[in-house]
């Protein structure tokens, strides 16, 4: 059973960075897609950027592009997003998934596991 738990959320400051972490547990995730999302209250849930855990290939939503880096770390499998330059509304509970099928689209139903989610809060 595949397992993913994110953490690392809080409050910070505007320009300030915070690292997220989804450790990922139950299957053997070399094939796999890992993407992270988020929502904020009264809205969709947004792709924010995706790695796929085979060669470390990303990419990133243009809201998140140079702010944003995804990494992952195959001994641990965990997977990071780095978030740098942060802004008020980048504030949003933040979820990673995964993907069987290597791909890791943009949308949410590409993704067949997701976490809990970890609220992230950016004051101004």
């Known amino acids: 059973q595949v397992q993913l738990v994110e953490s690392g959320g809080g409050l910070v400051q505007a320009g300030g960075s915070l690292r997220l972490s989804c450790a990922a547990s139950g299957r053997t995730f070399s094939s796999y897609a890992m993407g992270w999302f988020r929502q904020a209250p009264g809205k969709e849930r947004d792709f924010v950027g995706r790695?796929?855990?085979?060669?470390?290939?990303?990419y990133y939503a243009d809201s998140v592009s140079g702010r944003f880096t995804i990494s992952r770390d195959n001994a641990k499998n965990t997977v990071y997003l780095q978030m740098n330059s942060l802004k008020p509304e980048d504030t949003a509970v933040y979820y990673c998934?995964?993907?069987?099928?290597?791909?890791?689209?943009?949308?949410?139903?590409?993704?067949?596991?997701w976490g809990q989610g970890t609220q992230v809060t950016v004051s101004s």
């Open positions: 790695i796929t855990w085979s060669d470390g290939n990303t």
């Open positions: 998934a995964a993907d069987p099928t290597g791909w890791g689209g943009f949308m949410s139903g590409s993704y067949d596991y």
